[in-house]
């Protein structure tokens, strides 16, 4: 189907592991973000894109790694997992810098 | 750097009556205003975007939001509030030059709207 899908949609993992979280969208949208919400602070942007091969830091990015070698893929990975990066992760994406974004339905990772 | 804030954690009104849930910003440059809606366990959906022309913007489900430049907020109101409006409600700005389309977004308000 066409639209932005993310998987898995839920994980569960141990701390000191590697995780990777897809992202895939069917627009060519050149625009892709990874948020994480967590409660009483929203959501709060990790890492995004403005184009293939272009990558830029969020607020929150320690801790994680992106890239984005084909324009309807991001990846989110997570080098060696800790606890406080238990949260419910969204990716997006848009068309232009002025557009709406289109979300995820999200994955819920939680690190034990 | 850009920022949202939505002073209230929660906002309850009786159904029936206007709702308003208050978003205030700060750019350098010119701002796109977003609101999106959140039910639970599921992702973001878009409402309404102010871009440029009229301050008031109408959206999705009756709702509209008030541009306001000189107070630099971004209210989003519903004259007539339903109980399915019950949601987590974001505010969100992107902004160029500075900024590549990023996308900021609030700490998000919880609309209770009781019977």
């Known amino acids: 189907d066409a639209g932005i899908t993310q998987s898995p949609r839920y994980k569960i993992t141990e701390t000191g592991r590697q995780v990777t979280l897809m992202c895939h969208q069917t627009?060519?949208?050149?625009?892709m973000f990874w948020y994480r919400q967590d409660l009483g602070h929203g959501l709060r942007l990790i890492y995004y894109s403005a184009a293939a091969d272009i990558t830029d830091k969020g607020e929150v990015p320690d801790g994680y790694v992106v890239s984005r070698s084909k324009t309807e893929n991001f990846p989110l990975t997570l080098e060696s997992a800790t606890r406080s990066q238990t949260s419910v992760y969204f990716c997006?994406?848009?068309?232009?810098?002025?557009?709406?974004?289109?979300f995820g339905s999200g994955t819920q990772l939680s690190v034990l | 750097a850009q920022s949202v804030a939505q002073p209230e954690d929660q906002v309850n009104v009786a159904e029936g009556n206007p709702l308003t849930v208050k978003c205030t910003y700060s750019v350098s440059g010119n701002p796109y205003l977003f609101w999106y809606v959140q039910y639970p366990n599921r992702g973001l959906q878009f409402l309404l975007k102010y871009i440029t022309g009229d301050n008031l913007v109408k959206g999705s489900y009756g709702f509209e939001a008030e541009f306001n430049k000189s107070q630099t907020s971004f209210h989003l109101k519903k004259p007539s509030a339903l109980v399915s409006d019950s949601a987590l409600y974001f505010c969100a700005v992107r902004a160029l030059p500075t900024n590549a389309g990023k996308s900021t977004f609030g700490d998000g308000t919880t609309l209770t709207v009781k019977p």
């Open positions: 627009w060519s949208h050149s625009y």
């Open positions: 997006a994406s848009s068309g232009t810098y002025n557009e709406k974004l289109f």
